[in-house]
């Protein structure tokens, strides 16, 4: 069974970092391209990034209202992605997901506030 | 950056009827083209890839049509486990991979 585990959610101040984690099992971490998706509460669904894996060339691509801020990356020895987030903006307040677009973590929440 | 667009935004169906909704590109992405249905306090879940494959599990009654900028996703009979929202994305090789807005299913 494939699980994705995300942690590392928890209230911050604005301009402040975080780093996220997704912990994989039950697949080939190496050969899945990796997605964050977030979700403002009450909102829609929001891609914010996605690395593919190192044997397809490993690139990462990000959605504009993060990029510059947010860096993606993964350590395939430990079968873990990771969500490294700066300059924190109130607007970045969400659940994040990891997802492989067929298996979905439950959600870590992160919350910027003063 | 593809916008995709869905319709309608809420859509309230007795159970045991049929659902159609839709979702549009401002672009052509071909067939690249997902659903995803979500419950509240849930981790969204994949129904269809492909613009019309399913994905593994997901009961016969739902189907994905369309090609290009048009879709559409069908419940032919809805269960009382399929009022949830849903969401189509666009996956193109071309980021960022958008989400549609989402059409709310509601029991009416």
């Known amino acids: 069974e494939v699980q994705l585990v995300e942690s590392g959610g928890t209230l911050v101040m604005p301009g402040g970092s975080l780093r996220l984690s997704c912990a994989a099992s039950?697949?080939?971490?190496?050969?899945?391209?990796m997605s964050w998706v977030r979700q403002a509460p009450g909102k829609g669904l929001e891609w914010i990034g996605r690395?593919?894996?190192?044997?397809?060339?490993?690139?990462?691509d990000y959605a504009a209202p993060v990029a510059g801020r947010f860096t993606i990356s993964r350590d395939d020895s430990e079968k873990t992605l990771y969500l490294q987030m700066n300059s924190l903006k109130t607007e970045d307040t969400a659940v994040y997901f990891c997802?492989?677009?067929?298996?979905w973590g439950q959600g870590t929440l992160v919350t910027v506030s003063p | 950056e593809i916008v995709m667009t869905q319709s309608p935004a809420i859509l309230s169906v007795s159970p045991g009827e049929r659902a159609t909704f839709s979702c549009r590109a401002s672009q052509s992405v071909t067939n690249t083209l997902a659903w995803f249905q979500q419950k509240p306090g849930q981790a969204p879940r994949l129904l269809i890839y492909?613009?019309?494959i399913r994905a593994t599990g997901i009961p016969a009654r739902f189907s994905g049509s369309g090609s290009g900028t048009e879709f559409t996703l069908t419940i032919s009979s809805l269960q009382s486990e399929d009022f949830a929202v849903y969401y189509c994305q666009q996956y193109n090789n071309r980021p960022p991979l958008t989400f549609g807005g989402g059409t709310k299913v509601e029991i009416k």
């Open positions: 690395i593919k894996s190192n044997g397809d060339g490993g690139t990462i």
């Open positions: 997802t492989t677009v067929q298996h």
């Open positions: 039950g697949l080939t971490f190496s050969n899945a391209w």
């Open positions: 492909g613009a019309s």
